[in-house]
């Protein structure tokens, strides 16, 4: 009974971590990465999830958590913009999640756009500076997509 309970929980965290790498208001693959740990766990990480395939997902995660944060800012620099615009970028990031969990790029991209135009008055550069940080946030929900995608892979693969 304690087996199928873990497995049901395991598996409910995989899927939010997948959905999470879509919606700003969830953890992403290291939700994943718990869910997917609990699994192994429960199964003695007898293969394919063994403990070495478990600190390598480990290492993985930490490392697309960390590039997660910096690539909207790898994005924005690359496309010269300012402190100002990647600020404008943030806070559009949080005001586009309240109209929807998709709200997040546009409200990057707007916020971006807004704040370095009313910085420079630059029309030219504030939309460089939204679009690198769309850039950049894009690529980030692409590595987050496919880590969690490579999770619910192995456990799928464990489950069969």
């Known amino acids: 009974m304690l087996e199928y309970i873990g497995v049901t929980i395991g598996i409910l965290l995989l899927l939010l971590g997948f959905l999470g790498s879509i919606l700003p208001i969830l953890?992403?693959?290291p939700l994943s990465f718990i869910g997917?740990?609990?699994y192994a766990l429960i199964q003695n990480f007898s293969p394919p999830l063994t403990l070495s395939l478990m600190i390598v997902l480990l290492i993985i995660t930490i490392?697309?958590?960390?590039?997660?944060?910096?690539?909207?800012?790898i994005g924005?620099?690359?496309?010269?913009?300012?402190?100002?615009g990647v600020l404008g970028a943030v806070g559009g990031m949080i005001?586009?999640?309240f109209f929807s969990p998709f709200g997040l790029i546009p409200g990057a991209f707007i916020g971006a756009i807004l704040m370095?135009?009313?910085?420079?008055?630059d029309k030219r550069q504030a939309l460089k500076a939204g679009?690198?940080?769309?850039?950049g946030t894009l690529l980030g929900m692409g590595l987050k997509l496919g880590t969690s995608g490579?999770?619910?892979?192995?456990?799928?693969?464990?489950?069969?």
């Open 95 to 97: 005001i586009g999640t």
């Open 76 to 84: 924005a620099k690359r496309y010269g913009t300012s402190k100002w």
């Open 27 to 29: 953890p992403r693959p």
């Open 63 to 73: 490392g697309v958590t960390i590039i997660d944060y910096l690539l909207p800012l």
């Open 36 to 38: 997917l740990l609990l």
């Open 131 to 135: 679009w690198g940080v769309m850039v």
């Open 150 to 160: 490579i999770m619910a892979y192995y456990l799928i693969r464990a489950m069969i």
């Open 116 to 121: 370095e135009w009313f910085v420079s008055r």
